[in-house]
T-cell receptor, first 113, second 114 residues
Framework: DAGVIQSPRHEVTEMGQEVTLRCKPISGHDYLFWYRQTMMRGLELLIYFNNNVPIDDSGMPEDRFSAKMPNASFSTLKIQPSEPRDSAVYFC???????????FGEGSWLTVV | AQSVTQLDSQVPVFEEAPVELRCNYSSSVSVYLFWYVQYPNQGLQLLLKYLSGSTLVKGINGFEAEFNKSQTSFHLRKPSVHISDTAEYFCAVRSSGSARQLTFGSGTQLTVLP
């Protein structure tokens, strides 16, 4: 299996621009997670989906952030408009049932200048 | 609610010495426990996990961890470290109930010195 695939791996954008991060989970996994990693706050869960349905988005920082999962093999995390404080590594992860391993992608490294 | 505390933010250790990275958790329900490793500029990789059964869990790269329910701990150990073990290590907890999210500790940077 190819694992969780994220794109882009690196993005540098100007403040105010829209940013879209993409994720393809492992085939057959019915849970998908978006995490953000920063030096100050560590790893934070932003949102997770089960069977393409958002279950808990309480970690989404504000309305500028939105996530969708139109089908079982694709999810997006969008930031509009982006701000410098959004600079972080964004990880997508997927898993099956409780207790099973959550597999992480390589991350999308976002810099907003 | 569940939470994870990693007591040491940085652990320097000499090559071939033993190491223990400490992790304590709190939860009102039964939990599954995990250790992940993150090498520089990479994603997270699972080292080992505890779901049930034997409290001593063996993982990849010679690491092991022991689940102690009375002390709510899940410390990670390795008897002899290598330079290549230098990385950040994250302890994580996942509720065995209806919630599915993984809660991470703040991480421990392990630096192996020659």
């Amino acid at each position: 299996d190819a694992g969780v695939i994220q794109s882009p791996r690196h993005e540098v954008t100007e403040m105010g621009q829209e940013v879209t991060l993409r994720c393809k989970p492992i085939s057959g996994h019915d849970y998908l997670f978006w995490y953000r990693q920063t030096m100050m706050r560590g790893l934070e869960l932003l949102i997770y989906f089960n069977n393409n349905v958002p279950i808990d988005d309480s970690g989404m920082p504000e309305d500028r952030f939105s996530a969708k999962m139109p089908n079982a093999s694709f999810s997006t995390l969008k930031i509009q408009p982006s701000e410098p404080r959004d600079s972080a590594v964004y990880f997508c992860a997927s898993s099956t049932g409780p207790g099973n391993t959550i597999y992480f992608g390589e991350g999308s490294w976002l810099t907003v200048v | 609610a569940q939470s994870v505390t990693q007591l040491d933010s940085q652990v320097p250790v000499f090559e071939e010495a033993p190491v223990e990275l400490r992790c304590n958790y709190s939860s009102s329900v039964s939990v599954y426990l995990f250790w992940y490793v993150q090498y520089p500029n990479q994603g997270l990789q699972l080292l080992l996990k505890y779901l049930s059964g034997s409290t001593l869990v063996k993982g990849i790269n010679g690491f092991e961890a022991e689940f102690n329910k009375s002390q709510t701990s899940f410390h990670l150990r390795k008897p002899s470290v290598h330079i290549s073990d230098t990385a950040e290590y994250f302890c994580a907890v996942r509720s065995s109930g209806s919630a599915r999210q993984l809660t991470f500790g703040s991480g421990t940077q392990l630096t192996v010195l020659p």
